[in-house]
Structures are given as C-alpha cells and as structure tokens.
C-alpha cells in the first residue's frame, strides 16, 4: 500500500506534472490527483480510447500489444502504461 | 353473337349427393368458319417476331413497414461500475476502490506501470522529442538514381544508299523538328546514285521526313537561322553554300557562285548575330572562312586565310574543321583545324594579319568539335583524335583538363547547356559519354551505346533534355536525359569555377616553369665558353654551402645545449 502512494507521489513530484489517475479495466477511476469531473471525464473517454487502440493493435497482428500510448497535443500529452488489468493516465506539460 | 346455355337445378335437389353418371358427348354449339370474314384481314408476311432464349425472370416489390431510426449520443458520465455499486454514492465507492487496493495484483501492477511511465516523464522533461529538427534547410531533392539516358526515337535515311549523317540542327523555337545533313565524307568514295537530300524530321513521325531539302551537292552541315526559323543554311561538299526557306518548297532559295566559294567541302557554318539576321559565316578545308551575306550570296563579304604565319597564303593555311562562334563574344571566332590547331581569331582587326590572335594546339588530329563553355566563355571544349580537351583562354601552351586517350577516335562534343560542368562526347564505336567533371574527372559519369556503326555527330537541345546522335548509316537516334543529367545541381554553381581556375592557374605554373628552363637551355647553349668560369663557379658554390650547412649546424647545436642546460636546474 504504501509503496503504491510513494511511486504515485513520485510521479507527481516531476516536473510539468498535471495528473494522474489510475483506470482498471472496466473505466473506473481508482486513484487520482484531479478533481471529480476531471478524473471521470478522462478515465471514461480515455477508457475508451485504449480499448480501441488495443483491439486495433490484436487485429493487425494478434501476436502484437501495444507497450505504451502518447497522445502529444498542443498544450500537453497524454502518456498511458497499460496493464492486465489496470491503465495508469498521467497527463504532463513537458517543458520544451 | 351471344351463346347462351341454362343450367337448371331444382331447389329440392341442393345439397344432394351428386351421382355422377357417364353420358355421350353432346354438341351444343357448332360455328362454321365464315370465309368472307377472311377479307376483312391482310395476310401478315413477313412476321418479325422477337425472340429470346434467357432466362425468364420476374420483377416483385415488396414495402417493408417503415423503421424508425433516430441519431442520438450517449454521454457516459460515469460507466463501468458494477451492479451492486452505485456510482451516487460515494460511500459505495470509496468502498469498491479500498477492496480493489488490497488485491496483491494491484500492488505489482502499480508499481510495473510507474517505472514505465517515470521514464516517459522524465524523457518529457530531458527534451522535447517532437521537436521539428532542420526546419531552417530547404529540401534539397536527394535521388539516388545515377544519371541515365533512353532513347526515345530513330530516324532512319529513307534512301537505299546509307549515307552518313554528317550535322544536326535544333529547330530554334519549341524544338519540334530536327534537321539533319546527310552525305558521305569519306574522299571521293561517295557511291554512285548516292541521293543528296538532306532532311527535316518532325520529331513526332520518326517514320518519314517532314521535308526534303534537295540541294546540288550533299550537304555536310545544315543549321537552322535562330531568328528565323523558316530559314537554312547548309554548307555543300562542294564548296558552295546554300540557303533555304521551307515556306518556299525544298528547292534551294539561293546559291552562292561556285568561283567565289570554297574549293573543298565545307565543314562549319553558323549565323551571326546581326541586326538582319542574315549574316553568316562558313569554314572549310581549303584554309579559308569566308562572311556571307545571304540575301547577298553570290560573293562572300570577307575573307580570312587561316595561315597562322600570318602572310595570307593559301598553301600554307590550315584547313578548318570546325568553327566557333559566341553570340556573347561577338568579335571573336575560333577556328579548329585539320592539323590539331584552334586558332582564335578576332573578326573586328583592320589587317588580316591581325585577325589571328593566337593557337593553341595540343591535339594530333582533326579537332571536329570545338565549342564554348555557355556559363562561363572563357574556357572551350576542343574533341579530337583520341580525346576531348577543355582549355582556358589564358594558358595557350597545353589544356588545362584533358581525357584519357580511348580506344576509339572521339567524333564529336557539345557543351550541356543547363549544367556548366557536363559535356557529351561521341565516338566511332557508337559510344556516347556523358562526362560531369565535378562528378568524376576519370571516366565519363556515364557511357551509352547507341549503335554499332560510328557515331558521327551530336546536338544537344537547348533545355538540356534531349540528344539527337546520328550515325555513319544515317540513322539519327534521340535521347532523353534522365534529371540528374540534365537539371542544374546545388553543388555545381560553386565547385565548377573554382576547379576551372585551379586548372588554369597550374598550367601558368607549368607555362612559367617551361619558359624558365627554356631560358635557361639557351643560357647554356650561348654560353658554352664560360663553362671554365661555370665550373669554379660551382666548386665555389658547393664551398660556400658546405660552410653555411656546418654553420646552421652549430648553431643548433648550440642551441640545444642551452635548453638543456637551462631545463637542469
């Protein structure tokens, strides 16, 4: 347990952090360091997203997985680890 | 005609079992055919009938009961959460989320997941991996194909007796049509019934010329008039020269007089720049380059011998092969001769004697192709016996960039129009070679065979693009040139230039070095007398350096046992 809140808090401490938010399987929102409407906005549409990028990548090659999603925008990128059973959703401001 | 027949059935007899019973047929009705009705219809012959042997199908429609369908989106708020957990309710979830934090899965998980996404972070914060990198460069077009050529099109002599195609000549605007001179150059072996056309061809009918050019004798050069483009000039085997115009017909417009022309075939011509754009110049082996004016072109308007020791005489000038002309020097012309001489020579000299200023020579042989380099005149192509030179107009006494001497004599060489550093050379093989100097200064950049007989003479087009060849047989073939080739190159502006100039400035080297040991041996040879003097000189001499040598040697000695004396303490 308290190793779970070191490594998210961790993550947090690093540079242009916006959040974080840790998604299971299903879409909902196990921890996060948003706010309410924040946290299920993402965790619902980024849900979502991930599922279908992972089905995309099963079906161009079955013995594919995706390792790791980024979505660069213009004014922050959206980084995704997903799991067996969980996603973790970081939102960062990378400083140029 | 109403037939009409009754059934009865009693009333008490509805509903009665029926007894069927069997009975004899009767005849109720009789209608005899009636004949005069026949008249009242034609016999119908021929009947069309249509008919078809397919498949009979059917045609049905059928109307579903209408659907209705609506577009709608579904906004989830919050989904995913099982039945049993009401997302209102926070202490329902809070709920849910503390029994998934006990799974020991999800420990694992986390933290595998944290590491992954601490690195991306981190990498984030490094630098910018989307950055746009070289956004300042252009686009420099990078092609890895080397440079090729393709023929595109043959025109093959329509006659029986082949006969060399001698010279080409663009047509001046849009390059639809090419002129060629046809005849047979070897000394009078020219075979009997040996026609003395030459041709236009239209590039797009490689099948049959567009227009004959019927001149008395057969032509061995034929150019086009850059300002006129109805108009020819075609210089004859036998010396005279010959202008046409094609809206007239394919009979000569005008001849000049066989006294006043030259007595040996005619080898050069070209159109000057003037104002009426009819004059022109012709060159031929009989040691003469004669201005002509064509509307004039019974005599020739001037007239320079090609004798280089400058006395006008006939029997000693050099037959010219080949001529030059720059519309940008337009004072200036160079003559390639029979001997391997380029004489250049300046048109505005009031003597004759002045108007050879100077020769360079350096071939063995003919020189049958000799031209300036279009980007920059001061340096021309000469292409002779078994190489191609370039020379600079400062270093008279050699070249300053030669070829190596091939197996086969080189017939002809033209400059690229678009790129300064490349020129075509062709030889009796039936080799073309294309040479790019800033790209390999050894061996062409590329090496085509395009027929088995000799090649005999080359034009290029005036975009660089395309080369029209024609050969011993007469067959003219064109080419097209592949970008690379015929596109003008970043590099080239820069690197050109500056290996012309090192060329030429190490051939002053060379010349300065040559005149010095010249001077020198006639040094000698004066002064064989003092060769006593000469020689206590040189014992003196080497005295003188012997003692200076040990000086320079103590001295350093010297030298080096005070550093070390110094370095001691």
């Not at chain 2, 005899?32 to 042997?53: H, K, M, W, Y």
């Not at chain 2, 034929?222 to 075609?234: A, C, Q, R, T």
């Not at chain 2, 690379?484 to 230039?497: E, F, G, R, V």
Request: charged letters at 25%; proline letters at 5%; aromatic letters at 8%.
């Amino acid at each position: 347990m308290a190793e779970v809140e070191e490594t998210l808090k961790q993550l947090q401490s690093q540079k242009g952090m916006q959040g974080i938010i840790l998604v299971n399987t299903e879409g909902i929102p196990l921890k996060s360091t948003t706010d309410d409407p924040t946290t299920t906005q993402y965790a619902n549409l980024m849900h979502n997203f991930i599922l279908k990028a992972q089905s995309t990548m099963r079906e161009i090659d079955p013995q594919n997985d995706i390792t790791f999603l980024r979505i660069r925008s213009k004014k922050n990128e959206i980084m995704v680890a997903p799991d067996k059973d969980y996603f973790l959703i970081v939102i960062q401001n990378p400083t140029e | 005609m109403e037939i009409v027949y009754v059934y009865l059935k009693k009333r008490s007899e509805f509903g009665k079992q029926c007894n069927f019973s069997d009975r004899q047929a009767e005849l109720n009705i009789d209608i005899p055919p009636n004949p005069e009705l026949a008249e009242q219809f034609v016999e119908r012959s021929p009947v069309d009938t249509g008919i078809q042997c397919s498949a009979t199908m059917s045609e049905h429609e059928a109307n579903t009961e209408r659907f209705e369908m609506e577009t709608r989106g579904v906004n989830h708020v919050e989904g995913g959460w099982p039945k049993d957990v009401n997302p209102m309710e926070l202490e329902q979830t809070i709920r849910f989320r503390k029994k998934v934090e006990k799974d020991e899965n999800y420990i694992n998980a986390i933290m595998q997941l944290g590491s992954i996404m601490e690195h991306c972070i981190k990498q984030n914060n490094a630098i910018d991996i989307y950055q746009k990198y070289f956004t300042e460069e252009e686009e420099v077009e990078v092609t890895d194909e080397a440079p090729s050529a393709k023929t595109i099109n043959v025109f093959r002599d329509p006659q029986d007796i082949k006969r060399s195609a001698t010279h080409l000549s663009w047509h001046p605007d849009g390059n639809r049509k090419l002129a060629i001179a046809y005849s047979c150059l070897n000394f009078q072996r020219a075979p009997m019934g040996m026609s003395s056309d030459s041709y236009i061809w239209d590039l797009e009918n490689p099948n049959k010329p567009e227009l004959t050019l019927k001149p008395p004798s057969p032509l061995i050069t034929l150019e086009y008039n850059p300002k006129d483009s109805h108009v020819l000039l075609g210089g004859c085997y036998n010396g005279q020269i010959a202008w046409w115009d094609i809206r007239k017909g394919s009979l000569v417009a005008e001849l000049s007089t066989i006294e006043f022309s030259h007595r040996d075939p005619v080898y050069g011509t070209i159109w000057l720049q003037s104002k009426t754009g009819t004059e022109c110049f012709s060159a031929s082996t009989d040691g003469q380059v004669m201005w002509w004016d064509i509307r004039k072109i019974s005599e020739p308007t001037e007239i320079v011998v090609l004798d280089i020791t400058r006395k006008e005489h006939l029997e000693s000038a050099l037959g010219a092969i080949s001529l030059e002309f720059e519309s940008t020097l337009p004072t200036k012309f160079m003559v390639g001769t029979e001997q391997g001489i380029v004489i250049s020579c300046n048109r505005k000299a009031k003597t004759a004697a002045e108007k050879i200023v100077c020769t360079f020579s350096g071939h063995h042989g003919p020189i049958y192709a000799l031209q300036r380099n279009p980007f920059y005149p001061k340096n021309f192509l000469t292409v002779g016996d078994w190489t191609a030179r370039i020379w600079s107009e400062d270093s008279r006494e050699s070249s300053i960039m030669w070829t190596k001497y091939h197996m086969a004599y080189l017939t002809d060489g033209a400059w690229s129009p678009v790129r300064p550093a490349v020129f075509f050379t062709t030889k009796m093989d039936g080799t073309l070679d294309i040479w790019d100097f800033v790209f390999k200064q050894c061996d062409p950049a590329l090496s085509l065979k395009v027929c088995d007989e000799a090649l005999f003479c080359l034009r290029v087009q005036d975009n660089g693009c395309f080369i029209a060849c024609g050969s011993q047989l007469g067959t003219a073939t064109l080419l097209e040139l592949n970008n690379l080739a015929s596109m003008l190159q970043l590099s080239d502006p820069n690197i050109q230039p500056s290996m012309f100039e090192r060329e030429t400035h190490r051939e002053k080297i060379l010349e300065a070095r040559h005149r010095e040991m010249r001077l020198k041996e006639k040094g000698k040879a004066e002064g064989k007398d003092e060769e006593e003097e000469l020689s206590t000189d040189l014992e003196a001499l080497v005295g003188v350096a012997e003692e200076e040598f040990l000086d320079v040697i103590f001295t350093e000695m010297k030298r080096r046992e005070a550093e070390a004396m110094r370095k001691q303490p």
